[in-house]
C-alpha cells in the first residue's frame, strides 16, 4: 500500500504526530511513519481509530506511574499526586500535584517523556486553563474549619458568613 504525503493532513503537537487520511486517525507516540509503513516497535503505540477518537481511552496514567515519573525520572524530593486526569490539550495528562508545601499542575504527554509546566492559555477564550486548576485545586472546605472556639461577630447562624484568621501577637 503506498501513501503520498499529499494525502496526509499532518498536525505536529510536538511529542504526537497526528495524520488524518480518509477518516481515520494514527495516533504515533515517539514514531514517524515514513509512507504509512514505519514498523513501530513494543513501546510504542500506533492507533488506527476514527477521526473523533477519544486517545485517553486508550493511554491509561495511574498516580502511581505518575508518581514515578515525579519522583524518580525528574527528581521531585517529597512529591504527593493529588490527581491524574485527561488534560485539555489532546496526547497530554494534566497532573496535579503537591512538593514542597506547593500545589503544581504539569502537563504530562502520552508517551511520558516529556512534562511541561506553566500556564496553558486558551487563545479564543483567554482563559488561563492552568489557574483555573490551582484555583479548584486549592480550594477550601469551609465546613471543615473547627468553628467551636472562634468569636462569633453578629448573628451565629446568618446565611452568609466570613472567617477571619488572626494572629494575636
Not at 141 to 164: E, F, R, T
Amino acid at each position: 500500500m503506498k501513501f503520498q504525503i499529499s494525502n496526509f493532513k499532518f498536525q505536529n503537537c510536538g511529542i504526537l504526530s497526528l495524520f488524518v487520511f480518509t477518516g481515520l486517525l494514527l495516533c504515533l507516540t515517539n514514531s514517524v511513519v515514513y509512507a504509512g509503513k514505519k514498523a513501530v516497535s513494543k513501546k510504542q503505540r500506533l492507533h488506527i481509530q476514527k477521526k473523533n477518537h477519544d486517545c485517553a481511552k486508550c493511554h491509561q496514567l495511574s498516580k502511581d506511574e505518575a508518581l514515578k515519573v515525579l519522583k524518580e525520572d525528574m527528581t521531585i524530593p517529597d512529591v504527593k499526586v493529588i490527581e491524574v486526569r485527561p488534560g485539555p490539550v489532546k496526547g497530554f495528562w494534566e497532573v496535579a500535584f503537591e512538593a514542597e508545601s506547593r500545589k503544581v499542575i504539569g502537563y504530562l504527554d502520552f508517551s511520558k517523556q516529556h512534562i511541561i509546566f506553566g500556564n496553558l492559555l486558551n487563545i479564543k477564550t483567554r482563559a488561563n486553563l492552568t489557574g483555573e486548576r490551582l484555583q479548584d485545586i486549592n480550594r477550601v472546605d469551609v465546613s471543615g474549619i473547627p468553628l467551636d472556639d472562634a468569636l462569633v461577630m453578629g448573628d451565629k447562624d446568618a446565611k452568609h458568613k466570613i472567617i477571619v484568621f488572626d494572629d494575636p501577637d
